[in-house]
């Protein structure tokens, strides 16, 4: 069964740092695009970090400078490390990956993990 899963939210502070992992796994050939997306309370999902497989890198402007996307395509892991945290990047992040699997290319969500900056 394919699947990504995330990890490493939590509750910062202010100005604090985290960083969110996301692994997938299952009978996987082929690995595109891999992102992380949020949702705040009340808000639509919206994208934060893309990195294609070549290696591009898209970025929500407001995230632009305090956060960096990274993927490691050995381990099928895409990482986000989120620096200088604001109470207003508080949401749901949620993993998401283009993956081929037996059954052909399709978008695969992670069950989301919370992050809340607050003081």
């Known amino acids: 069964q394919v699947q990504v899963v995330e990890s490493g939210g939590g509750l910062v502070h202010p100005g604090g740092s985290l960083r969110l992992s996301c692994a997938a796994s299952?009978?996987?050939?082929?690995?595109?695009?891999m992102g992380w997306y949020r949702q705040g309370s009340g808000t639509e999902r919206e994208l934060v970090a893309k990195?294609?497989?070549?290696?591009?890198?898209t970025y929500l402007n407001s995230v632009m400078g305090r956060f960096t996307i990274s993927r490691d395509n050995a381990k099928k892991m895409v990482y986000l490390q989120m620096n200088s945290l604001k109470p207003e990047d508080t949401a749901v992040y949620f993993c998401n990956a283009d993956l081929q699997s037996i059954g052909g290319w399709r978008q695969y969500w992670g069950q989301g993990t919370q992050v809340t900056v607050s003081s």
């Open positions: 990195v294609a497989s070549g290696g591009s890198k």
């Open positions: 299952g009978s996987i050939f082929s690995i595109g695009d």
